[in-house]
């Protein structure tokens, strides 16, 4: 969990370009881009739309492309890019996620916009960035998904009872084959030596920066979770040194919450027709909650190989460069969670950021509770009352294999 939902703008901040006979309620979700500059038109993602999870493209064609050449919206880091109160017509791209830059009816200019319905008069198009690139060429990878997560045995917190049973979530996910355990390949890392049963031991790392235990957060009362995960990212880079390791031969890299509910399958049919920056690049990771400056939140992160392949050898300068264990704007939301710090650290390398608002729902990401929940942080989700591939948080045993026969019994794999 990140405190990026501290940072949600509401639908009152931003303009909703729509033409009133045609305009629709709340946020474009999981659908890249809604229109593309001038000739062309923007592609349609992957999505999980009314209920039933789809999977359509249409090619993204650039004034100066080959018809047929295959684009993908890739945002640069936030910070190139426009913020929702200033014009955007020369990054073509906007710093809260989900926001989309729209040329208005005045040349030369464009605005941030939650929505915009085309109409006789309005087109909806994005215009073409004179700062950055946000249409880059593209691939399609294939599916296959290493996943990981990790458990932090000692969280530091007073009250066991109000924190999620990591350890019994994941013995329960494990006996059933169910989760990260239906993956290509995955690992569970955890600070202390520790079974997931007989046999399967997790992979314990050491605290070698002397920085697990260096603050709480004051809310939850537990371990800033960031100096743990840089020592699983390291603990994965030494395994990769000879070549062999797990993540290298697939197309994803998918870290977990353990109180996530998550059916693979489902993420990859929505992978199936995500494509990303084409070889050459940094790569690309997924934004999953909109409508917040930093929507990378940590119960589902999914990056291409190529985007942590870029991150693992840049820890130690991310660590030494990003001013973590203060926080963003002078400390005023405390240390950088795990989440918060892959986030600005792939940024800091050129990772772009790609859009996934539909891949989970998530009661910390406050676009993602109903109407009436908005203010309920505290939020758990019916996962019966949509398809997506993950839900989050279901902290206690009975209620998270509950979510995933609920779900299951619902829309099935």
Known sequence: MTYSELELVGDSELSDCSDSSAAKSGWSAGKGVVGAALA????????????????????????????????????????KCSSFSDDCFATGCCDVAGVKCYVTDTPGSAQCMKNCTPSETRACVVPQPQTSSVLVEAVTPG???????????????????ARPDELGLLKAAFGKKIG?????????????????????PFTAVVD??????????????????????TQV??????????????????DWVVKVDCDAVFVPSR????????????????????????????????????MSVTAF??????????????????????????PMGEDLFAQRCLDSMGVRRGEAFD???????????PESQKNNKKWVPDCSMKNTAAYHPLMKVPAYLKCHEDTINAFGY
């Open 40 to 79: 062309c038109f923007a592609c349609v993602g992957a999505g999980f739309v009314g209920g039933r999870l789809t999977a359509s493209r249409e090619p993204l064609l650039s004034p100066n492309a080959n018809r047929g050449l295959l684009q993908v919206v890739a945002n640069p880091a936030r910070e």
């Open 143 to 161: 599916t296959k998904m290493y996943c990981f997560s990790v458990y932090m045995a000692d969280t530091g917190s007073f009250n066991p009872a």
């Open 267 to 302: 993420l990859r049919t929505f992978l199936a027709a995500q494509g990303v920056p084409a070889t050459g690049t940094p790569g690309m990771y997924l934004e999953n909650c909109k409508g917040v400056m930093w929507g990378w939140f940590g119960n589902l992160e999914v």
């Open 309 to 334: 392949d870029t991150l693992l050898p840049n820890i130690e300068w991310c660590k030494n460069t990003l001013d973590w264990k203060t926080g963003i704007e002078g400390g005023k939301y405390g």
């Open 208 to 229: 070698e920066d002397n920085d697990f235990h260096f603050a709480k957060r004051k809310e939850t009362g537990t371990w800033i979770n960031t100096g743990l995960h």
């Open 359 to 369: 891949i989970v729902l998530d009661g910390a990401c406050e676009a993602d509770r």
């Open 233 to 250: 990212w390291k603990a994965i880079r030494s395994d990769s040194s000879g070549g062999s390791t797990k993540y290298k031969p697939m």
């Open 180 to 200: 990260i355990f239906a993956c290509d390949e995955w690992d569970i890392f955890s600070d202390k030596p520790t079974d997931l049963a007989p046999g399967v």
